[in-house]
């Protein structure tokens, strides 16, 4: 089966952000030599998070330091949001004296709700 470039662009930055140090510098590499010129915004997605903290942790910093760093930042703030809509739902909730568990993936849920 034939991979897309854009399969092939996920694949690299997969294995970036979860193989061991030495592999997932070796998969950031080719990633940067066969996408990166083009495709900036691939990096500011899902991968740019665990990507930039991987690299933070082990001390590596490159020219793409600032923007996945950026990219990190967009993440997170993007997460407070669609969490603080989330906040007055499951207040109601607990007025009503309905027991609440919070669920991975549910600022999503509430984004959509609030929307």
Avoid: Y
């Amino acid at each position: 089966m034939n991979q897309t470039a854009h399969q092939e662009s996920l694949i690299l930055l997969l294995k970036t952000a979860v193989l061991p140090h030495q592999h997932a510098l070796q998969a950031w590499d080719s990633w940067k030599e066969k996408f990166g010129a083009q495709c900036k915004s691939a990096v500011e997605t899902r991968f740019a998070p665990v990507i930039a903290r991987r690299f933070a942790e082990w001390g590596f910093r490159d020219g793409w330091h600032s923007l996945l760093q950026d990219a990190a930042r967009q993440a997170q703030l993007r997460n407070q949001l669609m969490f603080s809509t989330a906040v007055p739902i499951i207040s109601r909730l607990q007025h009503l004296a309905i027991s609440c568990l919070l669920l991975k993936g549910w600022g999503l849920i509430a984004a959509g709700i609030a929307e």
